[in-house]
Nanobody, 123 residues
């Protein structure tokens, strides 16, 4: 059983930064960050596969968000810079043993999910 625990959410003004963390019980998983705003579907934000593969990003966050992993700490991060009000959502980390590169943003590809952490961007 894979367990994930997110933290680091909060409220920030537009243009600000936050770093989300997700402690994962183990290594060698495909990992992803998703978000869901009220009334909207859950969407993939970024994904990182094991072995140093190039990460994937949603177009609207490319250049502003960075996904990374500290193997020693079994922790996945999402550094979010230049935040916009439209980035406000509940953010989730997700994991599975294998996720195809073309499917990284499909929530059905991930079996294991954290409980989520809220990000609010508002002036």
């Amino acid at each position: 059983q894979v367990q994930l625990m997110e933290s680091g959410g909060g409220s920030v003004q537009p243009g600000g930064s936050l770093r989300l963390s997700c402690v994962v019980s183990g290594n060698h998983y495909c990992l992803g960050w998703f978000r869901q705003a009220p009334g909207a579907e859950r969407e993939g934000v970024a994904s990182k596969h094991p072995g140093g593969a190039i990460p994937y990003y949603k177009d609207s966050v490319q250049g502003r968000f960075t996904i990374s992993k500290d193997k020693a700490k079994n922790t996945l991060y999402l550094q979010m810079n230049s935040l916009k009000p439209e980035d406000s959502a509940m953010y989730y980390c997700a994991a599975d043993y294998y996720v195809g590169g073309s499917s990284w943003s499909h929530e059905v590809e991930y079996k294991y999910w954290g409980q989520g952490t809220q990000v609010t961007v508002s002036s």
